[in-house]
């Protein structure tokens, strides 16, 4: 599979950099998108476009995945004839962010049509996908994924974590430590503030030391210009940490006190007015918990 | 104040290092410790050695205070004598990590005598020291921290984030993001493990991204190596969580849920034989909710 053939099924604005970093490094490829315009501005770039997400798979050696949460992933897959389209031996790279059982039962499927899978989980944004450096997060068997590695190295850096469903668990480690040092932060500025301290002051004495973090860094400067615009929304952060707690079993499963608490203070920012505001808007429901109103 | 004379009260751990830095920049030292041993060996960088902290401060531009909490603080200035021999004017720099409002009722009780306060707490621990590159977080009058900036400079470098107890208060700010941080980061590891992926491929595959902190970096590889002995103990972290909540005005005052949690899971730890661990032993805690016991 040294130069393989590659579905990208999902262009949207994490597909659409990822698709042109891999005709620049020279792969043949075939997008496919349900809503087919934002596929074709990819045709200038040297793609095939596909009118459906079978046909886009048809002969392909790798299809690559990047679509909203599992149940999208499954109808593409499994409903929409993608899975029955492939050869034997092809391998499906699953880039979207889903939960790791429904990776699991992806790969056990495809493994029953002979079909590979690998589920490959992205962190770094619309920026790092534009600039081929996502930090991938993979999960599958190990051949499949040194097999995979001209395809991962055209898109950022991968490391194998374990096997099927470990991609998916590694990026919800990922979020769990995000959303709680949102929140960290979020109260550690508060109370200073509070207190009768200057905010941006004491980020400005402490960045350096343990309590440094590229969310201290960020988001933190965002709690003190109180500049919530959306990067990544409350709403996603709430359903990370969802998955978190659907990874480790649910009430009965394995005990994670703070995730649990974090993603309330989330859903509680969601109901209050904080849906559409960017995650480290937690910083207004630590505000909210004390009588301040979250803004309009 | 171009070359202060300096009175040292607290030579331990961190304070002798903090001594020779000084004398080492030029400064007259006066050192004094309950336990005289540990002084006497300054003598050989130049220090004078006093037998009461009264006999140290006489004479003394500077006083710094190194000490374990506010009441110890206390007694060395109220009780034993310090701040009825210091001369008006003079400025005593408490360096040890005491509440805020410790901090504003000493300088309060200075201010009477016509003697100047600032808190000036440290992050950096003892190579930080010993290096001279503390991160000092300081509280008191902007004309006071602007006179300190020689004796500052011998130690580390000093931000002033706000009035008196602001010092402490950012130094509680810090130590809530190291503990929950930590908190993040041990649940984060487990449920990666539970769930099957290798947890350091894990925080190797994040570490760059949003999820980076020092914490993940430090911490994050004690736990992986199970590698508990203390630097920092899981007690005095309980204790600066609980400092925290009482600079927010305990269960009646400014609202911190994930400090409240994570000081809860503190207490936990140190209760069920954690008490002498380090406090990325909260990674035990986090296994102990989950049925494993905390290692004799």
């Known amino acids: 599979m040294s ?15 990822m698709a042109r970093n891999l005709l620049e490094a020279g792969f043949a490829l075939a997008a496919w998108n349900r809503t087919r315009a934002k596929a074709e501005r990819l045709a200038a770039y040297g793609a095939r476009i596909a009118a459906t997400a079978a046909e886009a798979a048809a002969g392909a050696d790798v299809v690559i995945t990047m679509l909203e949460n599992g149940a999208v992933v499954e109808d593409v897959l499994f409903g929409q004839g993608v899975a029955g389209a492939l050869r034997r031996g092809a391998l499906v790279i699953d880039m979207s962010s889903i939960k790791p059982r429904e990776a699991r039962d992806h790969a056990a499927r495809l493994a029953a049509l002979g079909v590979r899978h690998m589920d490959a989980p992205v962190s770094g944004g619309t920026l790092g996908a534009a600039a081929g450096t996502l930090a991938i ?82 988001h933190g400067e965002r709690m003190l210009k109180r500049d919530f615009a959306a990067r990544a929304t409350a709403t996603v952060q709430l359903k990370d940490m969802d998955n978190a707690l659907d990874a480790a079993g649910g009430a009965n499963g394995y005990r994670l006190p703070i995730t649990t608490l974090v993603r309330d203070m989330y859903a509680s920012l969601c109901e209050n007015g904080g849906a559409g505001v960017d995650h480290s808007g937690l910083f207004l429901e630590v505000g909210r918990l004390n009588g301040k109103a979250i803004p309009k």
């Open 3 to 17: 130069n393989p053939t590659i579905a990208l099924l999902g262009i949207g604005l994490m597909g659409e950099p």
């Open 137 to 218: 997060m993979a999960g599958g068997e190990a051949q499949d994924f040194a097999a995979a590695q001209p395809v991962f190295g055209a898109l950022g850096s991968a490391v194998r974590v374990g096997p099927h469903g470990a991609g998916q668990l590694a990026k919800l480690a990922n979020q769990m430590i995000v959303g709680i040092t949102i929140g960290a932060v979020a109260e550690a500025l508060q109370l200073a503030e509070a207190g009768g301290a200057d905010p941006a002051l004491v980020r400005e004495a402490i960045r350096g030391g343990f309590a440094g973090s590229k969310i201290l860094e960020v």
